[in-house]
């Protein structure tokens, strides 16, 4: 939708682009004043180029299928233009190409002819075809896939799968986590044709992807046995009943049977009891993870809180000491205030001494002098007596 949206809008700015410029050419023939139309020119050059580029910039981010898919870094080659996207649908992809879709690498590697292997089961329309499938998950959100979402096709006919074999489960579910990676196959009842179809309906929430991968009858490996003269069937006369087979069967067969019985049954508890164990070594690593993820949270949580409460008592010890000094610039400040207090007063005696002093020596003075006066009158009187 992004890549869209610059796409139009690099179209309009494009023909605004050539108006703008047209415009310039005609000004500056006609008059030569063009100044204003060649910025605007400019501009409009600049902001189409910027488009342009977002336009592929926006397509990297398409999780509808991969951008080398759609360009020419290892697509298939059957994936030729841009309109060949899940609106529609990924057409003739070879054998062993690989698509992605929402996230999911998905290849249909191999398809082989084989031959029934458990004795009893028998191909209805002709050959049993293995088709071999492989996935990852290239995101980290998980992703399911199961065999309901691939069908074989001959002409458009769906193709019957064949649970004949030892080996077939009935199908494949696969839960993918991140860069997980799974193989499956199916087997298929098929006819002989020169070409098969495998189809794949692949359904998200919000979008359903198609896409057809076309297997040539040259491209399939024939597995089967060249020669066994004990269960060879001619190909134009009919599988044997159940009870011709039965009649076929030798007596001696039976105890071989019931041992490929008992080892088949063995084989598949050995594989459910690995299955189990895988199980259960998963869950114990992920309760381990968990456990380990849960004691780092513990962790980390304690020592938030421990930081946390040092970084409290730093900052009380911190305001402590600060009101500490706080108080001891005060006390300084107020002994300081009271010795210059105590020295002033000091100074204030000594002025008032020195003036006592002053006024002592000016009254002895004057009584000196008074007393000079007086002797210096009863001498004058004396004489006069004289």
């Known amino acids: 939708?992004?890549?869209?949206?610059?796409?139009?809008?690099?179209?309009?700015?494009?023909?605004?682009?050539?108006?703008?410029?047209?415009?310039?050419?005609?000004?500056?023939?006609?008059?030569?004043?063009?100044?204003?139309?060649?910025?605007?020119?400019?501009?409009?050059?600049?902001?189409?180029?910027?488009?342009?580029?977002?336009?592929?910039?926006?397509?990297?981010?398409?999780?509808?299928?991969?951008?080398?898919?759609?360009?020419?870094?290892?697509?298939?080659?059957?994936?030729?233009?841009?309109?060949?996207?899940?609106?529609?649908?990924?057409?003739?992809?070879?054998?062993?190409?690989?698509?992605?879709?929402?996230?999911?690498?998905?290849?249909?590697?191999?398809?082989?002819?084989?031959?029934?292997?458990?004795?009893?089961?028998?191909?209805?329309?002709?050959?049993?075809l293995k088709v071999t499938y492989k996935f990852k998950n290239l995101e980290k959100d998980k992703k399911l896939i199961d065999n309901s979402n691939f069908q074989l096709t001959i002409g458009g006919a769906v193709q019957p799968q064949f649970n004949g074999m030892k080996d077939n489960k009935g199908g494949f579910q696969h839960q993918l986590d991140k860069d997980d990676s799974k193989s499956s196959y199916l087997y298929y009842d098929v006819a002989d044709a020169d070409k098969y179809d495998v189809k794949m309906n692949y359904e998200t929430s919000k979008k359903t992807y198609n896409a057809n991968w076309r297997i040539n009858d040259k491209d399939i490996k024939d597995n089967t046995p060249k020669e066994n003269p004990t269960e060879e069937i001619n190909s134009t006369q009919e599988a044997p009943t159940y009870e011709q087979r039965t009649v076929q069967q030798p007596n001696n067969n039976a105890d071989e049977e019931k041992k490929k019985a008992e080892a088949e049954k063995k084989r598949k508890q050995e594989e459910a009891d690995k299955e189990a164990k895988e199980k259960a070594d998963k869950e114990a690593a992920e309760k381990k993870a968990e456990e380990e993820k849960a004691a780092k949270e513990e962790e980390e949580k304690r020592q938030e809180e421990a930081d946390k409460k040092a970084e409290e008592a730093e900052q009380k010890q911190q305001e402590a000491d600060e009101k500490a000094a706080a108080e001891q610039k005060k006390r300084d400040e107020q002994a300081a205030a009271e010795r210059e207090k105590q020295q002033q007063q000091q100074r204030?005696?000594?002025?008032?001494?020195?003036?006592?002093?002053?006024?002592?020596?000016?009254?002895?003075?004057?009584?000196?002098?008074?007393?000079?006066?007086?002797?210096?009158?009863?001498?004058s009187n004396e004489q006069k007596e004289r």
Not at 24 to 37: D, F, I, L, P
Not at 349 to 374: F, L, N, V
Request: glycine letters at 4%; proline letters at 2%.
């Open 348 to 379: 204030d005696q000594e002025a008032q001494r020195e003036k006592d002093r002053a006024a002592q020596d000016a009254a002895q003075k004057a009584k000196e002098r008074s007393t000079e006066q007086r002797q210096s009158q009863n001498n």
């Open 1 to 128: 939708m992004s890549s869209l949206l610059f796409a139009l809008l690099w179209v309009v700015i494009s023909i605004a682009f050539i108006t703008t410029l047209i415009i310039t050419v005609v000004k500056y023939a006609k008059e030569k004043q063009y100044s204003s139309y060649l910025v605007s020119t400019i501009l409009l050059f600049v902001i189409g180029v910027i488009s342009f580029v977002c336009i592929f910039v926006s397509l990297s981010f398409d999780k509808e299928y991969s951008y080398k898919q759609l360009f020419k870094e290892d697509k298939p080659k059957a994936v030729k233009h841009v309109s060949d996207t899940p609106k529609k649908e990924l057409k003739n992809i070879k054998l062993g190409d690989k698509i992605i879709v929402d996230g999911l690498e998905v290849t249909v590697t191999k398809a082989e002819v084989v031959h029934p292997d458990d004795g009893y089961s028998y191909s209805q329309n002709g050959k049993i």
